[in-house]
């Protein structure tokens, strides 16, 4: 078996070097940004050159022992998701790639400074998304002060992994192994589920789908191995946090739905902040026993697009819920109910999501 992946890694590999010089020209065609799109392909051709089979890895003596046992957990979570979940069984997340740095990506979100929507950018195979991302921490962040310096309210986000949507297999990254095997096995069922399933120009439906699963799959994963739901009291704090951020944006929004002076709308918009601050101190200190885990973000400078991601991976979450159990928990039924409504016109969708998540 590993002797077949490795002649199919190598005609894949061998297949990107034909393809390298035509995949440039698509994602540069009608494309200004010729050094933007250079470094998106520069970096997953390297990505896919540090991929080497993860039964090689844990079979390596020489290769560290804490690596080759988080990688053996790995596996496990990656079998449960393609046999329980029905998530596409294929070579993604069987694949170790060691890249030598905290995060494969950065992503870039900016809003103007009196919005809470997205700048969006448009890409050949994923749709529009509301980021860009960056292989260098550097090149993000020069990105984000050309922004900053047009007068948009900034955030860039570090990301440990990302999905290629089914077009290569994805591997594990070195940048996934702090975290426990609990959570390397959610981040396995996101990103899965984004190839099991993905609508070009609606990252709400698709991050917060992927996010579903990845949640009910973990449940699911916890229940197999005999141990119980996640606390209780973690989930709530979760989302308790999550809600303070959305309700946050309803506020904001309807602060910038006004004919305000740009003064005004700058002192409003702070003072939504510094609400949102007392706010959460106040569930902090009188709900969590004081437990600090989001100090550091509430703390940190605060903008509309740090606002950004809550949003897109969160809106449509108990939408998804309550389609589970109207499909009566049948992951194949549920996923062609999702196929359904990914089909559907923009604003019929979102009618559609808006009613499953109705009491």
């Known amino acids: 078996m590993v002797g077949r ?29 010729v050094g933007y799109y250079t470094q998106l392909a520069s970096g997953q ?23 080759r046992e988080h990688l053996v957990q ?24 060691d890249i030598g740095r905290t995060y494969v990506v950065w992503n870039v979100f900016a809003t103007s400074q009196f919005s809470l929507s997205p700048q969006n950018h448009c890409f050949p195979i994923a749709g529009c998304v509301a980021y860009r991302g960056y292989y260098s921490q550097g090149a993000a962040r020069g990105e984000a002060a050309l922004l900053q310096q047009q007068g948009m309210d900034v955030s860039i ?25 609990e959570r390397l096995a959610t981040l396995i069922f996101h990103e899965l589920a984004h190839q099991r399933f993905y609508v070009k120009d609606d990252t709400e439906f ?51 739905a006004q004919p305000l002076a740009a003064d005004t709308m700058r002192q409003a918009k702070a003072a939504e902040f510094d609400r949102l601050r007392s706010d959460y101190r106040q569930v902090r200190d009188s709900q969590w026993q004081g ?27 108990p939408a998804f819920a309550a389609l589970f159990r109207q499909t009566g928990g049948d992951w194949l039924k549920f996923y062609g109910a999702v196929e359904k409504l990914g089909g559907l016109p923009m604003d019929e969708r979102k009618a559609a999501l808006k009613a499953l998540e109705a009491p």
């Open 45 to 67: 051709w390297q990505l896919l050159r540090a991929r080497e089979a993860v039964t090689e890895v844990i079979a390596d003596p020489s290769r560290p022992q804490v690596l």
């Open 291 to 317: 437990d600090k885990r989001y100090d550091a973000w509430i703390n940190a400078p605060m903008n509309n697009a740090r606002l950004l991601p809550f949003g897109l991976y969160d809106q449509w979450v």
């Open 206 to 256: 698709n991050e917060s789908f992927a996010t579903f699963v990845e949640q009910e799959g973990t449940r699911q994963w916890r229940a197999a191995r005999g141990l119980p739901p996640t606390s209780s009291a973690a989930l709530k704090q979760r989302d308790q946090f999550i809600q303070l951020i959305l309700d946050t944006r309803k506020r904001l929004e309807r602060v910038y």
């Open 5 to 33: 992946w490795c002649s199919r890694h190598g005609v894949l590999d061998r297949h990107f070097r034909l393809l390298f010089p035509g995949l440039i020209f698509l994602l540069l065609n009608g494309c200004s940004s």
């Open 157 to 181: 986000g570090g990301v440990e992994a990302y999905s290629t949507l089914g077009w290569f297999n994805d591997p594990i990254m070195s940048s996934m192994m702090g975290w426990g095997d």
């Open 74 to 97: 790995s596996q496990k979570a990656r079998t449960f998701a393609s046999q329980q979940l029905h998530l596409p069984d294929n070579q993604s997340y069987r694949l170790y790639a």
